[in-house]
């Protein structure tokens, strides 16, 4: 039997919008499995207001609603947290970020899918990982939903632009918009 293909998702989901779901979409579409990790799930600041634990939970509604109780048993939601800071870039942290995917999914080889930062996302791995085992598929931020960003989101969150907001983010998301801009409010816009 041939090895399952493996998607893999990095996003903090800050909260999740139709970007992150459009990048499931493909990952889906492509792959037999689908690990989202969810970073900087240790961290609780201004550019990460919003706990893991509501993380975790809006991903997992808006996947099953998004695709279906099918595909979404495909799609596996895993906590990351960060190897030092948002801002570590080096080999550490991509041999970090591989061992978790492997330890995961248990396939040495897999796609990451991921709408920006091409040129950070290459300096992670050592070349014999990505020559071998990891490969990229890359979709312009402005080519996907608008171009929106979960930055974006919050600001419509905090500005109580209710009406843009509903069109750039799931159901649950946007039902849970008061608790959001509560966090987001204390830890500073």
């Known amino acids: 039997m041939a090895e399952e293909k493996v998607g893999v998702i990095i ?3 800050q909260p999740i919008h139709n970007g992150h779901l459009e990048l499931i979409r493909q990952a889906l579409h492509e792959n037999d499995k689908v690990l989202v990790l969810v970073g900087s799930a240790d961290k609780l600041n201004k550019r990460n207001p919003i706990p893991i634990n509501m993380r975790l939970a809006m991903a997992d509604e ?3 609603e998004a695709f279906g109780t099918k595909d979404a048993l495909r799609v596996n939601i895993q906590p990351l947290d960060d190897l030092t800071d948002e801002s570590d870039n080096s080999h550490d942290w991509g041999f970090y ?3 978790k995917i492997v330890g995961i999914t248990r396939s040495p080889e897999f796609t990451i899918y991921y ?11 050592p070349p014999f990982i990505t020559r071998n085992f990891v490969s990229f598929k890359l979709n312009a931020r402005g080519t996907i939903a608008e171009n929106i960003s979960a930055t974006k989101v919050r600001k419509m969150i905090v500005d109580m632009n209710e009406g843009e907001l509903e069109k750039f983010v799931p159901k649950g998301v946007f039902e849970r918009r008061e608790i959001l801009r509560q966090f987001i409010m204390a830890y500073g816009v």
């Open 62 to 64: 808006a996947i099953a």
């Open 97 to 99: 970020l591989y061992s």
């Open 11 to 13: 996003a903090r989901l």
């Open 115 to 125: 709408s920006d930062g091409f040129e950070i996302i290459m300096l992670w791995f």
